[in-house]
């Protein structure tokens, strides 16, 4: 059986979703995981883009074994420098140079003439041998490159020293046999191909980059760019879910297979979700909310008596749990750590007695602890800002006959700040005294509350998205009380913002 890699872009086209940004730190967080998802290689971001991405980058590579750690650079000097100096001293590692291609990125954007960006692939692959050995090239919105050109384009960097060519559907345009057809003619039409791997890029626009993927898999490409949950810009990338699953349930008509965990696949969902905030629709394949629920009495009687008649797949087999409901106040310490294991959260001593700190708290409020609980427990205190601005206390006077107010203390670096505003509603009003102390502008861009776990007594959730000197920066926070969950949500978003832009929290 052909084995594919599974070329993980999560912490680069991934973040690149609106409100999907991660702190350096985010981006190890999720790294690990992945690892433990057994990706081939993870894209770790843009390194000359700005501060945060370099560093996130080179995080990444240093705490990883593993994946091939790669780093995303335009055919510009500065951006392979930048690429190669965040890699430096890494054993797996690869560069991923780019230039677009089609006769819309020619006129408008490059204003280049063909013959110009044959040379330009030339000189930077070229250039790119001075820091690796691994170099992948694409030429950006491939699909809607003419096929003649793109062929030469292809010629060009692996005559140059390419070691993969990548081929994008850049805006999720291609049709199958159309995505298929271009991967058989660079397969059959390219002096030494066969020496380099063949790696495809597809965006979901239309709704095909999973089917356009297996096409070019099944034509001859042999690397696969995927993200998890499908997120990335527009309507996002490949699935690494769907297309490791395909590969799985239909492996009596698909020859090909990876080297995926499958039982981790639900676990890395999650982590992403909490991290981002980014909530999968629930009817999302694989992995949404609604895929193992059945309402029809027809249904439901058929996966009583056999759950194959409606269910093609277990939730085990993806390491989701048929019955999440496990812990309670008097779980001790073993049975927490064991049920973070399964979900390849590993912490040290430190981090460990904080969360079973904060599992013992909710235990006394709530009966029941679900996975759930533990996983946003555990992402809460990973991404508490060592500097960062800290919610100490807030008081509320609400009420449909009264004018909400809200007063509220927050810490930052040792000192202690507060501020009381009024508002449309209890919740406007904290955000507007937060925004006071830390004099940022702040647009709320996205609100989404909603439980974890289940019953009256389930904590609420709200994941946030703000607008902040025009960029967009997410957040999260969990609580019994949906109005401190929504300012600790409010307040995690302006420190990853402030982590992105300068560093100053860590």
Same mark, same amino acid.
């Given at each position: 059986?052909?084995? *594919?890699?599974?070329? =993980?872009?999560?912490?680069?086209?991934?973040?690149? $979703?609106?409100?999907?940004?991660?702190?350096?730190?985010?981006?190890? @967080?999720?790294?690990?995981?992945?690892?433990?998802? #057994?990706?081939?290689?993870i894209?770790?971001?843009?390194?000359?883009?700005?501060?945060? &991405?370099?560093? #996130?980058?080179?995080?990444? $590579? &240093?705490?990883?074994?593993?994946?091939?750690?790669?780093?995303?650079?335009?055919?510009?000097?500065?951006?392979?420098?930048?690429?190669?100096?965040?890699?430096?001293?890494i054993?797996?590692?690869?560069?991923?140079?780019f230039?677009?291609?089609?006769?819309?990125?020619? !006129?408008?954007?490059?204003?280049?003439?063909?013959?110009?960006?044959?040379?330009?692939?030339?000189?930077?692959?070229?250039?790119?041998?001075?820091?690796?050995?691994? *170099?992948?090239?694409?030429?950006?919105?491939?699909?809607?490159?003419?096929?003649?050109?793109?062929?030469?384009?292809?010629?060009?960097?692996?005559?140059?020293?390419?070691?993969?060519?990548?081929?994008?559907?850049?805006?999720?345009?291609?049709?199958?046999?159309?995505?298929?057809? +271009?991967?058989?003619t +660079?397969?059959?039409g390219?002096?030494?191909?066969?020496?380099?791997? +063949?790696?495809?890029?597809?965006?979901?626009?239309?709704?095909?980059?999973?089917?356009? $993927?297996?096409?070019?898999? !099944?034509? #001859?490409?042999?690397?696969?760019?995927v993200? %998890?949950?499908?997120?990335?810009?527009?309507a996002?990338?490949?699935?690494?879910?769907?297309?490791?699953?395909?590969?799985?349930?239909?492996? /009596?008509?698909? /020859?090909?297979?990876?080297?995926?965990?499958?039982?981790?696949i639900?676990?890395?969902?999650?982590?992403?979700?909490h991290?981002?905030? +980014?909530?999968?629709?629930?009817?999302?394949? *694989?992995?949404?909310?609604?895929?193992?629920?059945?309402?029809? #009495?027809?249904?439901? =009687?058929?996966?009583?008596?056999?759950?194959?008649?409606? @269910?093609?797949?277990?939730?085990?087999?993806?390491?989701?749990?048929?019955?999440?409901?496990?812990?309670?106040?008097?779980?001790g310490?073993?049975?927490?750590?064991?049920?973070?294991?399964?979900?390849?959260?590993?912490? =040290?001593?430190?981090?460990?007695?904080?969360?079973?700190?904060?599992?013992?708290?909710?235990? =006394?409020?709530?009966?029941?602890?679900?996975?759930?609980? %533990?996983?946003?427990?555990? $992402?809460?205190?990973?991404?508490?800002?060592?500097?960062?601005?800290?919610?100490?206390?807030?008081?509320?006077?609400?009420?449909?006959?009264?004018?909400?107010?809200?007063?509220?203390? %927050?810490?930052?670096? /040792?000192?202690?700040?507060?501020?009381?505003?009024?508002?449309?509603?209890?919740? /406007?009003?904290?955000?507007?005294?937060?925004?006071?102390?830390?004099?940022?502008?702040?647009?709320?861009?996205?609100?989404?509350? &909603?439980?974890?776990?289940?019953g009256?007594?389930? &904590?609420?959730?709200?994941?946030?998205?703000?607008?902040?000197?025009?960029?967009?920066?997410?957040g999260?926070?969990?609580?019994?009380?949906?109005?401190?969950?929504?300012? *600790?949500?409010?307040?995690?978003?302006?420190?990853?913002?402030?982590?992105?832009?300068?560093?100053?929290?860590?």
């Open positions: 059986m052909k084995r *594919i890699k599974i070329f =993980d872009t999560t912490l680069r086209d991934g973040e690149q $979703s609106p409100g999907a940004s991660m702190t350096p730190d985010e981006k190890v @967080e999720m790294a690990l995981m992945l690892e433990a998802l #057994g990706v081939d290689l894209e770790a971001g843009f390194p000359v883009s700005s501060p945060a &991405q370099f560093e #996130g980058v080179k995080k990444v $590579s &240093q705490a990883v074994v593993k994946p091939t750690v790669v780093a995303l650079a335009r055919c510009v000097e500065s951006d392979i420098d930048a690429a190669g100096e965040a890699l430096k001293n054993k797996n590692r690869r560069i991923h140079v230039i677009a291609t089609s006769p819309i990125h020619r !006129k408008y954007k490059l204003r280049m003439e063909k013959e110009e960006i044959l040379k330009r692939i030339e000189n930077y692959i070229n250039y790119a041998k001075k820091y690796f050995s691994d *170099i992948e090239f694409s030429p950006e919105d491939a699909s809607r490159t003419e096929l003649p050109f793109l062929v030469e384009v292809v010629k060009t960097a692996v005559k140059a020293g390419a070691t993969t060519i990548n081929i994008p559907d850049t805006v999720g345009y291609s049709l199958p046999e159309e995505f298929a057809n +271009i991967i058989k +660079i397969k059959e390219v002096p030494g191909i066969e020496n380099v791997d +063949i790696s495809v890029h597809c965006h979901n626009d239309l709704g095909l980059a999973l089917i356009n $993927s297996i096409y070019a898999v !099944k034509n #001859g490409a042999n690397q696969v760019e993200t %998890l949950n499908g997120i990335g810009e527009r996002g990338n490949c699935a690494l879910e769907e297309f490791v699953m395909a590969s799985k349930v239909r492996r /009596d008509l698909l /020859d090909f297979g990876t080297n995926i965990n499958p039982e981790f639900y676990p890395a969902s999650r982590l992403l979700v991290i981002t905030g +980014i909530i999968p629709s629930r009817n999302k394949p *694989i992995i949404g909310e609604n895929v193992f629920l059945h309402e029809s #009495g027809i249904h439901q =009687d058929g996966v009583l008596k056999m759950r194959e008649t409606y @269910e093609i797949m277990k939730p085990e087999d993806i390491g989701r749990p048929s019955e999440s409901l496990v812990l309670g106040r008097h779980s310490r073993h049975a927490i750590k064991k049920k973070l294991e399964s979900y390849s959260v590993k912490l =040290d001593e430190e981090k460990f007695q904080r969360v079973f700190e904060r599992f013992l708290e909710l235990a =006394d409020k709530k009966k029941e602890v679900f996975d759930d609980d %533990l996983i946003s427990i555990v $992402s809460d205190v990973l991404r508490e800002p060592i500097n960062g601005y800290r919610l100490m206390h807030f008081h509320v006077h609400t009420g449909n006959t009264l004018l909400p107010t809200a007063t509220v203390k %927050l810490e930052f670096k /040792d000192d202690e700040f507060e501020a009381a505003e009024t508002g449309n509603g209890p919740i /406007d009003a904290i955000f507007k005294a937060i925004d006071r102390i830390t004099g940022l502008k702040t647009k709320l861009y996205e609100y989404i509350i &909603q439980a974890v776990g289940s009256k007594n389930a &904590q609420g959730e709200v994941k946030l998205t703000l607008e902040i000197e025009g960029q967009f920066s997410s999260r926070g969990i609580s019994t009380d949906i109005v401190e969950a929504s300012a *600790i949500a409010y307040i995690n978003a302006i420190n990853k913002h402030l982590i992105i832009k300068n560093g100053l929290l860590r």
